[in-house]
């Protein structure tokens, strides 16, 4: 069984704020995150796939994976406000763990759409949000 991962990048802008708390307690939760202007990050993101090698000699047809990530994830999200142009983050703070269960989330819905098989198996999501700040989520802890 292998796994096979691709990278992308995007941009996007997002400001960590929540309406259930005070002015104080968001600064204090999101400090300079909570900016009101928002800030952008370049994000690096990680689909890992796992299968087994198929009659191709491969695992995950790299094009099929490529037209799903641009589909469901970096034309909707690329240079976008997430809080202001994404509608799954209306009411919904975009911290990178709530876009890392959304971007989950858009694959594992259409991943039959791309790949008609049992295999290969979406797996994993990864998002670098910063070099520092790294979030991953596994497919199967997703409804």
Known sequence: MFR???RYQFA???RLHSDALSE???WRVYGKC?????HGHNYVLHVSACGPVGDS???VNPNLLDCLVKQEVLQPFD???????VQSFQGVTPTSENLAIEICRRLKQNWRLAFAGEWPRLEKVRIEETPRNI???RA???E
Request: hydrophobic fraction near 30%.
């Open 24 to 26: 104080a307690e968001n």
């Open 57 to 59: 000699g491969m695992v």
């Open 79 to 85: 240079h976008s406000n997430l809080n202001c142009d």
């Open 135 to 137: 979030f991953e989520i």
């Open 12 to 14: 996007a802008s997002h």
């Open 4 to 6: 096979v991962t691709r």
């Open 140 to 142: 199967d802890e997703i």
């Open 34 to 38: 909570n900016n009101p202007y928002g």
